[in-house]
């Protein structure tokens, strides 16, 4: 049998992101067919991705025989130079008043959305992905002095990325390198509403979508 040789495209850059609010069910869980308006900014300087879990090992006859990995959730450390904040104020949790102060600091319970993110690679290929329940973790905030010359000040939306099925899933994403990647979908298509099951994803990519 002939080797096959690959060459894999590279990164190239990050491009939009997008979000989705989710709309809970009566006992205050999340909707996976009950999204808000999808959202899209082009304001992100680079994500950083953290998996947890753990990896476990079963050993027998004084040897490995076999290796299990357990995924948790999903950290994504967004860098950006902006992020609308009355997007930013209601993943917080924070308490808008209708006289439009905005409280923030208390005890209160940060909204699920749904996250999707773009990679552009050299040579024109893509990944999309989406991350179907999610939850604001933390932001940063910090400023500086202005200076003679600008300089940018950015921000850092570190997002939590929870199992949305019973196998664990947390993540769809397609990726243009890969041999079923279908023919015509585009960045619109792919993050015009969360995509959780397969059948979401029929809908966008069947003949005639």
Partial sequence: MSIETKKPMLKETVGAQYYAFNTPDEQGNVDFENYEGTIKTEVVKSIGTTENGESSTVRASGKDYASFNSQSSVDLAVEVVAFPPDDLARMRGDNTTDDGLAQSGGTSERPYFAYGKVVKKIGGGIRYDWYPKCQLL?????????????????????????????AGHIKNYVDSEMKNFPKGLTEDKFFEKPIVTNEDFKKITSPGA
């Fill in 138 to 166: 933390e932001n940063t905030d910090d400023i500086e002095t202005s200076e003679e010359s600008f300089s940018e000040q950015n921000d850092t939306v570190t997002i939590r990325c929870y199992a949305f099925d019973n």
